[in-house]
């Protein structure tokens, strides 16, 4: 199975968290703007920040480390990719079983009615008007269908991965620094159950002594290099 973070996406344009003056939350405070309480309090302001970064995202397109996992996966040597990333760039490269711990911008959600309004409309509705999109079926303030700072990752998916972790025989983690939990807690599931853990990430993690492989170029050379060799 696969686990990947911000860093396979960041060869694509997006942004990661917190590198030097690129990252997302280099010059924000996340508790200020994506924090659960910020959309409940002033869904307005908490859009001024989010309709950016709808907009910066909704071009995006996958690069080749995530063409990469979705040929391995096309050959049956992944089971799965679990990733950490809004983006929707894993299914638009053609991943098929795909859980998305942190939700998918592809979608928000109408928090009183439980409609759901596609990216696509979300930008529409935030181009023709000054603050929050709101559900045309009951005027509430939309929520983007991602995990904000505050609320619990979705029951379901995590049970998922979870479960994919205890029996995966080798996690291929890509771009991830495995710091955030519970997220961060799935490798040690598949070591401590005897499967490997290959790593494919720059900068350390807390797993670098419990690796089979480390590499540490960028993602899109060493899985390009990784097909090649398969």
């Not at 694509?12 to 590198?19: E, Q």
């Not at 999109?133 to 991602?146: F, G, M, Y």
């Not at 495995?178 to 807690?185: I, K, N, S, T």
Request: hydrophobic share 45%.
């Amino acid at each position: 199975m696969v686990l990947t973070g911000a860093g396979i996406s960041v060869p694509s344009g997006i942004p990661d968290f917190r590198s030097p003056g690129t990252g997302l939350w280099e010059n924000v405070d996340p508790m200020e703007v994506a924090h659960i309480d910020a959309w409940r309090r002033d869904p307005d302001r908490f859009w001024s920040f989010y309709g950016q970064r709808f907009a910066s995202l909704v071009d995006k397109q996958p690069n080749d480390a995530h063409r990469a996992l979705a040929e391995l996966e096309r050959r049956g040597l992944v089971r799965a990719v679990i990733t950490q990333n809004i983006d929707r760039l894993h299914r638009l490269a053609g991943t098929d079983r795909l859980i998305e711990v942190h939700g998918s911008i592809d979608r928000s959600v109408c928090m009183q009615c439980g409609g759901r309004v596609s990216i696509e409309r979300v930008v529409g509705l935030l181009a023709a008007a000054d603050g929050a999109p709101l559900c045309e079926a009951c005027v509430a303030p939309l929520k983007p269908d991602v995990v904000l700072f505050g609320e619990l990752l979705p029951e379901r998916a995590l049970a998922e991965a979870q479960a994919l972790a205890m029996d995966a025989d080798l996690m291929l983690c890509v771009g991830s620094s495995l710091e955030v939990y519970p997220v961060a807690g799935l490798p040690a599931i598949t070591h401590g159950g005897g499967g490997r853990l290959v790593l494919v990430t720059q900068g350390p993690t807390p797993y670098d002594g419990d690796a089979e492989v480390k590499l540490d170029g960028d993602v899109v050379t060493e899985l390009r290099a990784v097909v090649a060799a398969l």
